[in-house]
């Protein structure tokens, strides 16, 4: 499961790089790159950080020793 969430951020980190790339391209006012910018900013802040917290959720919220909840190995 933490491949495929790994997988998902590396294909959401793509796809918003080439978003910017776009929108640095276009023939548009400081204004509307500002606000594009931001508001792109703010999408990829919401899909990518709650794959990050349970990439990382496992390793904060497991005692040492306990079993992992994917593995089932320490």
């Given at each position: 499961?933490?491949?495929?969430?790994?997988?998902?951020?590396h294909e959401l980190e793509e796809?918003?790089?080439?978003?910017?790339?776009?929108?640095?391209?276009?023939?548009?006012g400081e204004g509307a790159i500002?606000?594009?910018?931001?508001?792109?900013?703010?999408?990829?802040?919401?899909?990518?950080?709650?794959?990050?917290?349970?990439?990382?959720?496992?390793?904060i919220t497991r005692a040492a020793?306990?079993?992992?909840?994917?593995?089932?190995?320490?």
């Amino acid at each position: 499961m933490r491949q495929v969430r790994e997988g998902l951020i590396h294909e959401l980190e793509e796809l918003y790089r080439s978003a910017f790339d776009r929108i640095s391209d276009q023939d548009l006012g400081e204004g509307a790159i500002a606000r594009l910018t931001q508001l792109l900013l703010r999408s990829r802040e919401a899909a990518i950080t709650p794959l990050q917290e349970e990439i990382e959720a496992p390793l904060i919220t497991r005692a040492a020793g306990e079993p992992g909840p994917e593995t089932g190995t320490p």
